[in-house]
C-alpha cells in the first residue's frame, strides 16, 4: 500500500517526525508510561535503544525502548521477544505513547 498526501500518519509531538503510518495501527487499547498507547505493525524514523527484559503488566518480555531518530525523544517501546507463547503475537511490534505523537495528515 503507497503512502498519499493525504494518508493520516503519525509524528513525534516533539520535532514532527514521521514514526508510523495509520495503516500500520493495530490496536490502540495499550497502557504505556504516560498513559494511552498505540500498537504498530512498523515503525520508521526511530531509533531501537538497549535490549532488556522487563516485567509488564502481561508478563515478561525482551523489549527495547524506541527513539525518535531526530530529536531522541522516547516514543515507547518495541516488543522483541515475549516469554509466554500466549503473547507471541507481540514479537516484532511497538508500542508508541499516544502523549508522544500527533496525528497528521499528509506532510
Keep these: 500500500m503507497e503512502e498519499t498526501n493525504d494518508a493520516p500518519l503519525f509524528s513525534c509531538r516533539n520535532c514532527r517526525n ?3 503510518l495509520r495503516h500500520d495501527l493495530l490496536s490502540k487499547s495499550f497502557i504505556g508510561k504516560s498513559g494511552q498507547a498505540y500498537m504498530f505493525a512498523h515503525a520508521k524514523n526511530v531509533v ?11 508478563g515478561l518480555f525482551s523489549i527495547g525502548n524506541v527513539y525518535c531518530s531526530k530529536c531522541g525523544q522516547e516514543l515507547g517501546w518495541k516488543y522483541i521477544r515475549a516469554y509466554d507463547a ?3 503475537f507481540k514479537e516484532g511490534r511497538f508500542i508508541i505513547e499516544k502523549a508522544r505523537i500527533l496525528k497528521e495528515y499528509g506532510i
Design 86 to 88: 500466549k503473547q507471541s
Design 18 to 20: 514521521p514514526v508510523a
Design 48 to 58: 531501537l535503544g538497549q535490549t532488556e527484559d522487563k516485567k509488564l503488566m502481561t
